[in-house]
């Protein structure tokens, strides 16, 4: 009889230990790496021939949201394509417990516009099987997975189920706080990882489907202190932040005594515009708090933003107070602000505004995320005449009919009922600032936004990208520190205790791949959501198996099926 259940035969192992490849095999037995060596092929009942092919940890996707979209899809795509084998969801504060029956709906249009998710698919995928944190969690365990999870306590609902919509912009009273602070301990002492804000102040681009901040964009600094010395009392946990208060967000490592994990380092504006300061400036803050004893982990952009909208679902130039004004609403209500003159005028004021800020400080980089619709493409007209724009710019279409990019755009948007798809392609990627930012001691690679954003974005590649773009055609650094930080290192800054390693006794979670083929496919709309909803899509080429607690869920790009994914409490 067989000892193991599968052999990866003569593998190039790189163990996420940073320990120097080697060619070995790896026998997995009961979900388990069992052993690693030289093992004969007859000790096992499946032999996969791992020859030329590197066998490395699977990857640790640490910020997702995909708290909803793990009941209908148990591989959590975009990631599962992408070789992760866990992810990590209630990030940015967000999350549906603890909410009451009566408060589903709100719930879900809550983060309709804020993630770029119909609350009507929401609403026919979820089970709402539950009220509290701990309810949700044990939903979370009955459900088939694909890969692993771990879940932060969003802020958000606590706050919002203590002190109501109207809480909104102002502070906890203390017997609030103290209702609040139970609900974390009961979250904690049921399995979440820790908690998670958004900290983007009254300006924030995620914001309510009403236009309004989310209740942590604008909560009390007291307020998140307050959950902070929770985790000290509990000694236990971890911090996800979203936000540019520095001096605060030190000050939450402080109190908890606990990591936090800091977003978002970039070099340009992140995936929803934001930036947060110079490059360096953020690595020295990072150095001297770590320096200081306070654990905090700058979780960097590091695949390129391509974004593809267009003015029927598009929310992220939603911190601009003008776009909201005529980006809120239905599709209806949308073509009726964009008509509006007054409305138009104070875009085109603004915009102008921006590119002369731009043109004084080329760096300056919050305005030139908007000033960069001049190179925004017209990617799919749904006209003739929309057709006969595709691949060129929304500057040179402003050019040749001596109109304002603004009215260009929109005009376009309008004679197409708001269909034309747009796109926006980003600069080049400066090697050598990304070769120093994902060497910098304290940085982790990402981001994914799994989840979120989905009609626009497809950074859930950005395991793959990371791996072939900058490690293997630019040789930012070598495989072994690669696979450190997408999985170990990954791993130990958001508290999973047993992963992201290759190590006898370690549970099999395990990517087996062709470096020389390693690759993401072109984006494609899949129509593959609950109530008919669609996607923006890119998935790989070049894995060969993706194995999750000894069961191999992909292989060659295919899915098998397997739903051996735990729910990990406490990070195990």
């Known amino acids: ?24 095999d790896i026998a997995i037995a009961d979900g388990r790496i069992a052993q690693m060596g030289n093992v004969a092929e007859s000790e096992a009942e499946r032999v996969f021939n791992a020859n030329d092919l590197i066998v490395a940890p699977g990857f640790i996707d640490l910020h997702t949201h995909f ?8 591989y959590c795509t975009m990631s599962g394509w992408h070789g992760v084998t866990s992810v990590v969801i209630g990030n940015c504060g967000f999350g549906f417990a603890p909410v009451q029956p009566e408060d589903r709906e709100r719930a879900m249009l809550t983060l309709e ?39 932060y306590m969003g802020l958000a609902p606590i706050m919002t189920s203590v002190m109501g919509e109207q809480g909104k912009g102002r502070a906890a009273t203390a017997e609030e706080q ?20 958004q900290m983007l102040g009254a300006d924030s681009v995620q914001r309510d489907y009403d236009g309004t901040p989310m209740i942590t964009d604008i909560m009390a600094p007291d307020d998140l202190l307050f959950f902070a010395e929770v985790l000290r009392e509990k000694g236990r946990g971890f911090v996800q932040v979203l936000g540019s208060d520095f001096d605060l967000f030190e000050k939450v490592a ?38 200081r004893g306070n654990r905090i982990f700058g979780h960097a952009v590091t695949c390129n933003i391509e974004t593809q909208f267009s003015f029927e679902d598009w929310n992220l130039y939603d911190g601009n107070p003008n776009w909201r004004a005529v980006t809120l609403g239905s599709i209806s209500k949308r073509i009726e602000n964009m008509r509006d003159k007054d409305l138009r005028q104070a875009l085109i004021d603004d915009f102008d505004h921006k590119c002369e800020k731009v043109k004084a400080k080329p760096d300056h980089m919050a305005g030139a995320y908007l000033s960069s619709i001049c190179n925004t493409v017209v990617a799919e007209g749904k006209t003739p005449a929309g057709k006969e724009l595709e691949g060129y710019t929304i500057g040179e279409i402003a050019a040749c009919d001596n109109k304002h990019p603004i009215d260009t755009m929109l005009d376009i948007a309008l004679s197409e009922n708001l269909e034309t798809v747009f796109q ?8 050598d600032i990304m070769e120093e930012v994902i060497n910098a ?29 900058l490690v293997r055609d630019n040789n930012l650094m070598d495989l072994e520190q690669a696979h ?32 020389d083929e390693l690759d993401s496919l072109p984006p494609e709309r899949l129509h593959d959501f609950p109530a008919d909803d669609w996607r923006l899509v890119q998935k790989s080429k070049g894995y060969r198996l993706t194995i999750v607690n000894g069961e191999v869920t992909f292989q060659d790009g295919e899915c098998t099926g397997a739903t051996p994914g735990f729910l990990l409490r406490h990070g195990r």
């Open 441 to 469: 001691p304290f940085t982790l690679p990402g981001l994914s936004d799994g989840g979120a954003h989905m009609k626009f974005l497809t950074t859930g590649r950005y395991p793959t990208d990371f791996i072939g773009r």
């Open 67 to 74: 708290d909803s979209q793990i009941f209908w899809d148990p």
């Open 113 to 151: 516009r804020n993630e770029a998710i119909r609350a009507t698919t929401m609403a026919a995928g979820m089970p709402w099987d539950w009220v509290t944190y701990p309810e949700f969690l044990d939903s979370l365990e009955r459900t088939p997975k694909g890969v692993n999870v771990l879940s």
């Open 178 to 197: 103290q209702k609040m602070g139970a609900l974390l301990s009961e979250a904690l002492d049921a399995g979440a990882c820790g908690f998670s804000a």
């Open 484 to 515: 450190w930080r997408l999985s170990g290192y990954s791993a130990m800054a958001a508290g999973f205790t047993d992963r992201g390693l290759l190590r006898e006794g370690a549970p099999a979670d395990i990517v087996v791949y062709d470096y």
């Open 254 to 291: 402080e109190v908890s005594g606990r990591p936090v994990i800091w977003n978002t380092l970039e070099f340009a504006a992140d995936q929803h515009g934001n930036t947060y300061g110079y490059w360096k400036d953020m690595l020295k803050w990072l150095e001297r708090c770590n320096e």
């Open 1 to 24: 009889m067989a000892r193991y259940d599968l052999l990866l035969k003569g593998g190039t192992v790189i163990d996420g230990q940073r320990t120097p490849r080697y060619t070995g």
């Open 424 to 431: 926006r392609i980003p600069k080049e990627t400066d090697m």
